[in-house]
């Protein structure tokens, strides 16, 4: 009976520090390209499936793909604003119905999308929990969201300033979650579903404060006259929306003037879209329309063209790691020389003595291919999430 | 149990050249061979065990013409008809002394490893002092367990011929005498034949025969 496994098994165990090298270069070199192409696969998945359901957007003229990403994916980049008259302009042609986003601000680092209930008709979300927003203040959390902030329908949620010290910057609100959505695998797992109106409250646009006609604080009021009472900054403005504050939240100036991020366009047929289009095609519009999956496409092709040059990259890599491995091994045999002459001088037969080699590096590989499997595993499963952490960042 | 007639053999290299005429060992005797370094003790050994093969003449040991076997069955004639006991024990240091006793019986198809084997190697052990020690890795003791644990490894399969090269060159005076004992007691169980080479002149009296190994390449014979 020839133990070649059991030996070779054993100087594994024994030349722990050894081993666990090949094995750790052995599985890099086999992961990298395929844990690569999993996300890939997974980021190009996301990325058209949301694109694909998008009809049309229209936004700022500008980058497309800033556009497209901080409308749909929620990114940081905040493309540059439009006014709520675009999704005017949208809805009185009859061609497509218009949904508003505004999606410039932030609650306790993850996004907050000020919207219509019409937003969540369109991407079907549903809730898990709770009811949809209704009054100015309330707030839906996404499914990921919820689960890593530890929040449920009835807990609230502060928005965050965009900066520490612009006293007259964004003020924080205090938002009450009314909604938890069901998971959905997108980013709107991680969004904080808003009411239009309220993300304008974040921005200060929509605000509330105590009555300055009936203030009994002389020292808040500027001026006064029979038209008009003027109040200095000393008065308090409510950063929560309670039943006793609503009543005071007030709009100041032109509401078609108010900010947006984006419109979704949703088209009744093509041919209302092909028209709704040939509307933006004039350069002189401040507007841009763009169909978010030829977006998508453009940036995939770019992606694809990225691969290739890592693809081959990693291929020189492996190269440079194999041929290294076989430098490793043709020195370990140089070291090991000693102990194959007293098992050649006890009786062990040459072709016995490759067999257990063979075996040592069999073992190697096969201990390599179970960790390769199970870290792929773990990419594939966490695909999702790997592709949202590290490229839609969110 | 040996017999060597007119045996030539050179090593390419140096220009090496041992040339024994006749040596021959009896059933069961212990016989001691001395001489200088680099006078050809050690290849004598390695060309009885079929390690080596002669450029001319004749190795018998027991009923088996050594010369005349091809490389495989020199192998399987070694590792089932002779025990070798190395000067430096040869050890695998990654093997426990269990699995180093028992790593003959798993490089070649010659032996069966069976439970009896397993037992016997235990009961070997045993005499040998390190049933204690089963599962410690070689690396891990001290030299005359090591010895020991060589011992054992070549004498598990009960070979009827026991080739012993400098054995207890490396230990000290208190364990050489109680490693020979051990070896002698062994060889003694087994009614094996031991040809052992060794530089130490004290040891000398406890063998049957000594031959000097110098003095028997000036004579021709022994």
């Known amino acids: 009976m020839i133990d070649s496994f059991y030996i070779a098994w054993k100087y594994l165990v024994f030349s722990k520090t050894r081993s666990a090298t090949l094995v750790a270069c052995i599985t890099l070199i086999a992961v990298l390209p395929l844990a690569l192409e999993i996300i890939l696969d997974e980021s190009e998945r996301q990325l058209v499936k949301r694109a694909d359901t998008t009809p049309l957007l229209i936004g700022a003229r500008g980058s497309a793909l800033d556009l497209v990403m901080n409308s749909l994916y929620f990114t940081d980049e905040v493309p540059q604003l439009i006014t709520t008259a675009a999704a005017d302009d949208v809805a009185n042609t009859g061609l497509a119905a218009a949904v508003p986003l505004y999606v410039r601000f932030r609650a306790r680092g993850f996004p907050v999308v000020g919207t219509t209930l019409d937003y969540f008709d369109f991407r079907r979300l549903e809730l898990s929990a709770g009811h949809p927003f209704a009054i100015l203040g309330d707030c839906v959390i996404g499914a990921s969201l919820a689960q890593k902030l530890d929040l449920k329908p009835g807990d609230s949620l502060v928005s965050s300033p965009e900066t520490v010290f612009d006293l007259a910057g964004v003020y924080p609100l205090k938002m009450k979650i009314t909604g938890l959505l069901a998971p959905t695998h997108s980013a709107d797992d991680l969004a904080v579903l808003v009411d ?38 000393k008065l308090m403005q409510y950063r929560e929306i309670t039943e006793a504050s609503i009543d005071s939240f007030h709009f100041h100036g032109d509401t078609a003037a108010y900010p947006l991020t984006a419109v979704i366009a949703l088209p009744h047929d093509d041919k ?44 020189f890599v492996g190269l440079a790691t194999a041929l290294a491995l076989v430098l490793v091994f043709a020195l370990s045999l140089r070291l090991r020389q000693r102990e194959i002459d007293t098992i050649s001088r006890i009786g062990c037969s040459r072709s016995t003595i490759v067999r257990l080699l063979a075996a040592e590096l069999m073992l190697i590989v096969l201990v390599s291919g179970v960790v390769c499997a199970v870290l792929l595993w773990l990419v594939r499963v966490n695909s999702g999430s790997l592709v949202r952490a590290l490229i839609l960042n969110h | 149990m040996i017999s060597i007639e007119s045996l030539h053999f050179a090593y390419p290299q140096d220009g090496f050249n041992l040339q024994i005429p006749a040596f021959s060992v009896l059933p069961g005797q212990k016989l001691a061979v001395i001489g200088p370094s680099g006078s050809g003790k050690t290849t004598l050994l ?38 070798f006991v190395f000067q430096d024990f040869e050890l695998l240091d990654y093997l426990t002394v269990l699995d180093n006793i028992l790593h003959p019986y798993r490089i070649t198809r010659a032996l069966q490893l069976t439970p009896e084997v397993r037992r016997r190697a235990r009961e070997l052990t045993q005499q040998m002092g390190i049933g204690d020690k089963l599962q410690r890795h070689a690396g891990d003791l001290s030299q005359g367990e090591k010895q020991r644990a060589a011992i054992c490894r070549a004498l598990l399969p009960r070979p009827a011929l026991i080739l012993a090269d400098e054995a207890t060159g490396n230990l000290d005076p208190e364990n050489k005498t109680h490693i020979l004992d051990l070896l002698f007691e062994a060889v003694d169980r087994h009614h094996a034949t031991l040809l052992a080479v060794t530089h130490d002149h004290e040891l000398l009296p406890r063998f049957d025969r000594v031959v000097d190994f110098q003095a028997f390449r000036a004579a021709g014979s022994a």
């Open chain 1, 272 to 315: 209302s879209g092909t028209l709704l289009r040939g509307r933006y095609l004039d350069e002189n519009t401040a507007y841009q329309i763009v169909p978010p999956a030829a977006v998508i496409d453009s940036l995939m092709t770019n992606i694809f063209r990225i691969r290739n040059v890592l693809d081959a990259v990693i291929l």
């Open chain 1, 196 to 233: 239009i109106k309220t993300a304008w409250v974040i921005e200060g646009l929509v605000h509330g404060h105590e009555d300055v006609t009936r203030t009994t604080d002389r020292s808040v009021i500027m001026d006064r006259n029979e038209n008009n009472v003027t109040a200095n900054a």
């Open chain 2, 46 to 83: 390695n060309l009885i065990a079929g390690i080596y093969t002669p450029d001319s003449g004749t190795i018998q040991v027991a009923d088996t013409a050594v010369h005349q076997l091809d490389d495989a069955r020199r192998r399987d004639f070694r590792i089932t008809h002779i025990g």
